[in-house]
């Protein structure tokens, strides 16, 4: 067998492609499995062609078998029962001290419940936030790791080297805390999101309905450099407005929403903290499935940048 693997990622969608590449670029070689298999020589004959350090490999068995020791597989996968089902089928495979990273959303009880659970069985687990959508996975995201504190020292190279950097070159990636903190703190940063979309979604609803002919895309751009609301969202709001006309009118006016807003609003009611700002943006959400909106189509199209989400034009 030539060189072992740094590390191993199940899911090749995406997000899970870009991390790879991220890795890679930075040095490391990665293992990768996909549970349709036919997607690994897809990955290696397109994005990762010429790469000889991104290692396919067609089952689990394979993938653990090509990692150096203590392995290192992050799980890229939809959150819930499928990080459940490949766990079972890593567990057999891993030896103590062996870690499993969960990069996707889950909830963090869940997250809880398996750290403790292969704390039992001698395996380190870490859940991790991961922000900055399709783009930032490739060139650098913002990353937030918690669960088994042993397990950090073993991933920390890799994470800060592929995560995004300030201006002093400090990696945007720390320690958050134990057990679920790391997807504790994603679920708190997208119920944050929920709330900054749709203030800018309403505002820019406001600005189009205006009576003073307002070039929307050139709005986006003078509020995105030096204003106080200056943020990458601000920028792909403007970068939207490029693609498909001030309008929108390509884009469903029904702003889906994958529960890290619900989530959020749950969490804070059991701690008796009031969100009125993230609810109602996440009751916004649910009601524009029933009554699309211009506000919608805003919210639409920011989820697509910056998480590749459908954009479905309105029949």
Known sequence: MGKQADIGLIGLAVMGQNLVLNMNDHGYTVAVYNRTV???????????????????????????ASLAKPRKVMLMVKAGEVVDSFIDLLVPHLETGDVIIDGGNSHFPDTNRRTAQLREKGLLYIGTGVSGGEEGARRGPSIMPGGNKEAWPLVKNILQDISAKVDDGSPCCDWVGE?????????????????????????????????????????????????????????????????Y???????????????????????????????????????????????????????????????????????
């Open 179 to 243: 057990d679920g903190a790391g997807h504790y703190v994603k679920m708190v940063h997208n119920g944050i999101e929920y709330g900054m979309m749709q203030s800018l979604a309403e505002g820019f609803t406001v600005l189009r309905k205006s009576p003073l002919g307002l070039d929307l895309t050139r709005i986006a751009d003078l509020y995105n450099h030096r204003s106080v609301i200056e943020s990458r969202l601000t920028g792909w709001l403007k970068e939207a407005y490029e693609q």
């Open 245 to 315: 006309g001030p309008d929108l009118n390509q884009v469903s006016g029904s702003a889906a929403q994958s529960g890290e807003g619900k989530w959020t609003v749950d969490a804070a009611r059991e701690l008796g903290v009031a969100v009125p700002v993230i609810e109602e943006a996440l009751a916004f959400r649910l009601r524009s499935l029933q009554h699309p909106s211009y506000t919608g189509r805003v919210i639409s199209a920011l989820r697509h940048a910056f998480g590749g989400h459908d954009v479905k034009e309105e029949k």
């Open 38 to 64: 036919s997607k690994v020589d897809e990955f290696l004959n397109d994005a990762a062609k010429g790469r000889d350090t991104i290692i396919g490999t067609r089952s689990i068995e394979e993938l653990v």
